[in-house]
C-alpha cells in the first residue's frame, strides 16, 4: 500500500507534537532502499550520517 497519504499524515503528526514540547530536532535512522526515504527527503530531513546499509536522518523543527 504505497501513495495512500499515510506516511505524510504520520510525519504531520509527529512534527506537530515534537513542536508542542519545545523541541526542535527530529533523528531517524531509514535503510537506505527503503522507499519512504524520498518521503523523509521531501518533509525537509538531511542525511546526516551513512551506516553502511541505512542512514541516519535530522530534521531542525
Do not use: C, H, W
Amino acid at each position: 500500500m504505497t501513495g495512500k497519504g499515510i506516511g505524510t499524515y504520520v510525519l504531520f503528526l509527529i512534527e506537530k507534537q515534537v513542536s508542542e514540547t519545545n523541541k526542535n530536532t527530529i533523528q531517524l535512522t531509514v535503510f537506505k532502499d527503503n522507499p519512504a526515504k524520498k518521503l523523509y527527503q521531501k518533509f525537509g530531513y538531511r542525511a546526516l550520517k551513512d551506516k553502511g546499509d541505512s542512514i541516519l536522518m535530522k530534521k531542525e523543527i
